[in-house]
């Protein structure tokens, strides 16, 4: 997709090849849309492509949907992100313990911070719950007065305030399928598929939610949330899991994000002796729905912990 143009077909290699004779326009009408808060109607258009994943090509879920913007767009965005980026380092704003889409931070880090974690519980004797969330579609029902008021409260404001606003208010896409094109549609919550500023207006956006958290630690890559929680008894392990579950499910209704209940599952993680004395096999559930416990994460297959 690198070579993908958005409906204004302008590519990146003519970008590059008319680089000396545009700079100057670009960083006018850059500049211009910074000081008067407003972003170009015309950078808010995305081409979505669905591609097939796998199983039944009847079904729409069973087709990842490519968003493509203008690459002109990209450029301007990756310039704001830069700067954004900045501001939300020097006032140590992005929780420490989310390791998504941030500079130095990667998968491992993710997961070294949580198992140094449990490792360190385990030498102490206890046992540790971890509850994997699974969220439907975070990145496409994030409401965009709830980020407005985020952003707001993190110290954005004024003109800047304004154009994140412009920005986010009235994109519109157009899908594409065989060289057929679908109606204009409006995109009326969601951060902007394909673009730089989107998954670190994300960032912002579910960066309190460690703050609703009462008896577990939680570790955030993006939209993938674990809370983890310590305990002697397994009694102490349900009582902790299950209240912040409800915690984070409030957190979650309050900010028009979905809890997936099928797929979050919970796991315990302990020494093999711990785990072969369990005085207790903990229930945890939300809204009625009995959460699942699993023996085994893809992710955690490296690390040589004891998972049951």
């Known amino acids: 997709m690198a070579k993908s143009t958005g409906l204004d077909k302008i590519s990146t290699k003519l970008i590059k090849q008319a680089g000396d004779t545009i700079t100057e326009s670009l960083l006018e009408v850059f500049n211009l849309s910074l000081r008067t808060g407003i972003f170009p109607d015309d950078w808010k258009f995305a081409k979505v492509t669905p591609i097939y994943k796998s199983e039944n090509k009847t079904l729409c879920e069973n087709y990842r949907p490519i968003s493509v913007i203008s690459n002109i767009a990209k450029i301007f965005e990756k310039l704001v992100c830069r700067q954004l980026n900045t501001f939300l380092d020097n006032n140590n704003i992005i929780v420490k313990n989310q390791s998504g889409f941030r500079r130095n931070h990667s998968t491992e ?159 315990i993680i302990g020494s093999r002796q711990r785990l072969k004395n369990l005085d207790h096999v903990p229930k945890i559930s939300i809204n009625g729905h009995q959460i699942e416990r699993v023996y085994k994460k893809e992710a955690l297959e490296k690390p040589k912990i004891l998972l049951a």
């Open 109 to 267: 880090t993710s997961l070294l911070q949580s198992t140094e974690m449990w490792l360190k519980s385990m030498d102490q004797g206890q046992i540790n719950g971890v509850i994997f969330l699974d969220l439907k579609k975070a990145f496409d029902t994030i409401d965009h007065q709830i980020l407005l008021s985020k952003l707001q409260a993190y110290g954005i404001r004024d003109h800047t305030l304004k154009w994140f606003q412009s920005y986010l208010d009235q994109r519109k896409q157009i899908c594409m399928l065989n060289n057929c094109k679908s109606d204009i549609e409006t995109i009326r919550c969601g951060v902007p598929q394909g673009s730089n500023l989107g998954p670190l207006l994300f960032l912002i956006y579910i960066n309190d939610l460690p703050n609703c958290l009462e008896t577990t630690h939680s570790n955030l890559f993006a939209d993938d949330t674990i809370l983890s929680c310590q305990g002697h008894l397994s009694i102490d392990i349900e009582y902790k899991l299950n209240k912040d579950l409800v915690n984070a499910q409030k957190w979650l209704s309050a900010n028009k994000l979905t809890l997936n209940n099928e797929k979050t599952k919970y796991m």
